[in-house]
């Protein structure tokens, strides 16, 4: 079975544009970047989908969303502002099922 592609990034198998990296999590810029900011930040570990995510494993979305914080002053969107994403299967529009979080910023978003 091809392994998924978020997989592959995290081995270096595919090319990513690395911002963030430690023992639990991976960070990478969005190749189809919807605004000046679009991050996508990641746990090591295989979850198809934040349902696929057991309880007692749910530490691992707080360290994301501290790596978030960092990342947000990091490139410059923490007082401006951003916006934090996860979408969920088909009708939340999840396109690569690898559990991730998406930084956005750098311009005023919409709803
Ligand atoms: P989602 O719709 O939440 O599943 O979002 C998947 C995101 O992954 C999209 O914003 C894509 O632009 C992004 N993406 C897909 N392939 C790559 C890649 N090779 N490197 C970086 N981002 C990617
Ligand atoms: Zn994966």
Redesign the pocket.
Known sequence: MQEC?FCR?IKGE?P?EKVYEDENLYA?????PKAPVHL?IIPKKHYATLNDLPDAEMGVIAEIHCVIKKLAAEFGVAESGYRVLA?VNKDG????YHV?Y?LIGGRQLRV
């Open positions: 592609l990034i595919i990513s990478f810029k969005d190749i189809n996508l979408n529009g999840q396109v690569v991730h998406h």
